[in-house]
């Protein structure tokens, strides 16, 4: 029998934290979003700034708003491969909300290509927006959080299990994934003495809007739902309750973790 679904629960255990979200406008990134507001918090989204990304961004803060209209939040879009986009989205959060308790990473792309046709620019972009975006991120909310010492932050990046296994069609994107994981690992040392926590969470397939084409053929999806113990593919909500544990005082004793949230794939060798 399936447990409560903790994404309807509001036990406020992020009760007025300030968290930052980036790729907030869908997929994971919006199951997190809703999921740290029904815990209390005020969510600062950022997006990608196209015109698409904004309309969703707005959508998901007037979602928001229906949940709680006490909760506040902030938008702010852009390339999260440049770093003039983590400063201003440190700025925005500041300015409007006055600090920064919590940062979920988790702005990231995945083309499908088979190895041998991968194009130089496609890994490029793979890298820059999943690995250059994540430390740029991290560094600018981190040197925020280092100013309000002692009080610090939470840091989770979103990883993916494609850190710790290969994939065919994914080898521009499984090293940005193990850089991330590797750069929290790093972070958590780095940034243990201003009281900030960094620990990742490893997601299995989540359908979201990047993999919907590959899990629409009827094979791949029945392929991939075989594998997984808990017989089903995971939902963007899947992802909440686990980064808001990692992002609340219910984990102050964790930092340089990897949480997996893969229906129990990873283990499943059969």
């Known amino acids: ?9 509001s036990f406020g255990l992020l009760r007025d934290q300030v968290v930052v979200i980036t790729g907030a406008s869908q997929g994971i990134g919006k199951g997190i979003a809703l999921g ?19 309309r969703d961004a707005e959508d998901l803060a007037r979602e928001i708003g229906a949940i709680d209209p006490t909760r506040k939040t902030v938008l702010v879009g852009g390339d999260i ?18 600090r920064i308790d919590c940062l979920v990473s988790n702005a990231g792309i995945c083309p499908f290509y088979a190895f041998l046709d991968i194009p130089h620019d496609v ?12 430390f740029y991120v991290v560094q600018a909310c981190a040197r925020q959080m280092k100013e309000q010492t002692p009080q610090g932050g939470s840091i989770v990046a979103v990883s993916s299990i494609s850190a710790l296994v290969g994939g065919g069609q994914q080898a521009h994107y499984t090293p940005t994934k193990a850089g991330v994981k590797s750069l929290m690992e790093s ?14 969470v490893l997601p299995g397939t989540i359908e979201t809007p990047i993999n919907a084409e590959d899990l629409a053929r009827p094979e791949k999806r029945q ?13 963007p909500e899947d992802m909440a309750g686990p980064t808001i544990f990692l992002l609340s005082t219910m984990s102050k004793y964790v ?3 990897s949480v997996l949230v893969d229906g129990g794939a990873f283990v499943n060798l059969q």
């Open 1 to 9: 029998m399936p447990g409560p679904d903790f994404d309807t629960a």
């Open 36 to 54: 740290c507001a029904r815990q209390g918090a005020h969510v600062v989204l950022h997006h990608l700034g196209s015109e698409q990304t904004t």
């Open 81 to 98: 491969s440049n770093p003039a986009t983590a400063s201003r989205i440190v700025q925005e959060a500041v300015n409007v909300l006055g």
């Open 123 to 134: 890994w490029n972009l793979t890298r820059s927006v999943n690995l250059d975006g994540a």
């Open 187 to 200: 972070c958590a040392i780095s940034l243990a003495p201003y009281n900030i926590r960094c620990n990742s």
């Open 223 to 235: 392929y991939m739902e075989g594998r997984i113990p808990l017989g089903r593919l995971g939902r």
């Open 255 to 257: 930092t340089g973790a």
